[in-house]
């Protein structure tokens, strides 16, 4: 059984910053491919970063730059830390190991003034 939980959002600032945090459980964490996705209001669940189990990564092109995927294997962690926030960037924010259905509850992420 794959339990992932999404943890870190809330309210900032255009241009702060945020660190999401997202915990696993279940066995052999580091032969996977782990992403975060979002979704805002009223839009499709798109792809945000993607990262392999030996770290290599993937981005959106819409978050290159800014955004910076992360993970500890062994305290089975995914992160992702945001930086240069815009309001494009408001959104649920969801764990995801790759091409699984197993999903995280998701964590909110508001970016305004």
């Known amino acids: 059984q794959v339990q992932l939980v999404e943890s870190g959002g809330g309210l900032v600032q255009p241009g702060g910053s945020l660190r999401l945090s997202c915990a696993a459980s279940?066995?052999?964490?580091?032969?996977?491919?782990m992403a975060w996705y979002r979704q805002a209001p009223g839009k499709e669940r798109e792809f945000v970063a993607r990262?392999?189990?030996?770290?290599?990564?993937n981005y959106a092109d819409s978050v290159k730059g800014r955004f910076t995927i992360s993970r500890d294997n062994a305290k089975k962690m995914v992160y992702l830390q945001m930086n240069s926030l815009k309001s494009e960037d408001t959104a649920v924010y969801y764990c995801?190991?790759?091409?699984?259905?197993?999903w995280g509850q998701g964590t909110q992420v508001t970016v305004s003034s």
């Open positions: 279940g066995s052999i964490f580091s032969a996977y491919f």
């Open positions: 995801n190991r790759w091409a699984t259905a197993y």
């Open positions: 990262i392999a189990g030996g770290g290599s990564t």
